[in-house]
């Protein structure tokens, strides 16, 4: 069983709709959770970063995280064919130690 | 967002041959920088964690002396394949990490080819 767990979709969705990603975890000493966008043939953009439960809101991101169920989402509003990409979910068991990634999820956002 | 850059961008080479590619962090000091690998529709490997003046560590199954990795300064580290095979050809993805929450922002990455 891998650490992080992330279905790879393709994920498609109506132009203006809410884009939803979930990862699940099994090593409970995850503390800090990420959320990385990445084009094709592109490094991972840093999109969130969050090392509380609860939820955090950036434009029209939005990351939640459940410590407790070992699950953490990301959502997107309003999504644009631009946010067609591979999302991908990182965690480390503390600031400054490795990412340990999801397999990444492919999302399309069809106009 | 910080940024970071790597060169070349793509690279061919042939087998045997050697091939450095250059992380630099442009507008932040990195003392620690990491060195993936990304084969087409999976995800990152790590590679190597390497921090400024001292050794890289690798990740268990990397070959160091395949795989050399130089962290220079604070906003340079080289890796250099050596002896290059077509088993080799991935895409070289570095980050280097930022304070003062330690996030990693990642390059543009390097596609190698070896023939």
């Known amino acids: 069983q891998k650490e992080v767990e992330q279905d790879p979709g393709p994920l498609s969705v109506p132009e203006g709709a809410i884009v939803s990603l979930n990862c699940t975890y099994s090593?409970?000493?995850?503390?800090?959770f990420m959320w990385y966008r990445q084009y094709s043939r592109k490094g991972p953009e840093l999109l969130m970063y969050?090392?509380?439960?609860g939820n955090k809101e950036d434009g029209r991101f939005t990351a939640q995280v459940d410590k407790s169920s070992k699950y953490i989402s990301l959502f997107i509003r309003d999504s644009q064919p631009s946010d067609s990409a591979t999302y991908l979910c990182?965690?480390?068991?503390?600031?400054?130690?490795?990412?340990?990634f999801g397999g990444g999820t492919r999302v399309l956002v069809k106009p | 967002g910080a940024v970071v850059s790597q060169h070349p961008s793509r690279v061919i080479c042939k087998s045997g041959t050697s091939v450095k590619i250059e992380c630099r962090s442009l507008?932040?000091?990195?003392?620690?920088m990491f060195w993936y690998r990304q084969f087409p529709k999976q995800s990152l490997m790590l590679m190597a964690t390497?921090?400024?003046?001292?050794?890289?560590?690798?990740e268990q199954g990397v070959e160091k002396d395949k795989f050399l990795i130089n962290h220079a300064s604070l906003t340079l580290s080289t890796l250099t394949v050596t002896s290059a095979h077509p088993e080799d050809s991935s895409f070289y993805i570095c980050?280097?990490?930022?304070?003062?929450?330690?996030?990693?922002?990642f390059g543009p990455g390097t596609r190698l080819t070896v023939l």
């Open positions: 990182a965690m480390s068991v503390g600031a400054g130690n490795k990412l340990t």
């Open positions: 090593n409970s000493a995850f503390q800090y």
């Open positions: 969050t090392y509380s439960s």
């Open positions: 507008d932040f000091q990195a003392t620690t």
């Open positions: 390497s921090n400024e003046g001292s050794k890289a560590t690798y």
């Open positions: 980050s280097g990490e930022r304070g003062p929450y330690n996030e990693q922002f």
